[in-house]
Nanobody, 124 residues
């Protein structure tokens, strides 16, 4: 089992920044990928960013490329999502996910564990 707890969400003006954290506990050594997804009201959950276990391979959705950065601190079992140049369309609940055998990091069903989510609201 892996437990994931997100933090760092909040209200920010357009153009601002936030850093989300995802603290993992449990059998984290077995996971081969961690990712961030988001879900806006009335929309499906969508992929944002993902990172492999070694932290040397990242992947981003086109909508956040160049603005968001995913990173991993293995010693703290924590994954971060640095979000810069935020836009109102980034408003959503952001979820952290972890998986043991993730083949396609952008595919939510490949992940085994999910956090409870953290709200990010970007105002004009």
């Amino acid at each position: 089992q892996v437990q994931l707890v997100e933090s760092g969400g909040g209200l920010v003006q357009a153009g601002g920044s936030l850093r989300l954290s995802c603290a993992a506990s449990g059998r984290t050594f077995s996971t081969n990928a961690m990712g961030w997804f988001r879900q806006a009201p009335g929309k499906e959950r969508e992929f944002v960013a993902a990172i492999r276990g070694g932290g040397d391979s990242t992947r981003y959705a086109d909508s956040v490329k160049g603005r968001f950065t995913i990173s991993r601190d293995a010693a703290k079992n924590t994954v971060y999502l640095q979000m810069n140049s935020l836009k109102p369309e980034d408003t959503a609940v952001y979820y952290c996910a972890a998986g043991y055998s993730v083949l396609d990091r952008s595919r939510s069903r490949d992940y085994d564990y999910w956090g409870q989510g953290t709200q990010v609201t970007v105002s004009l």
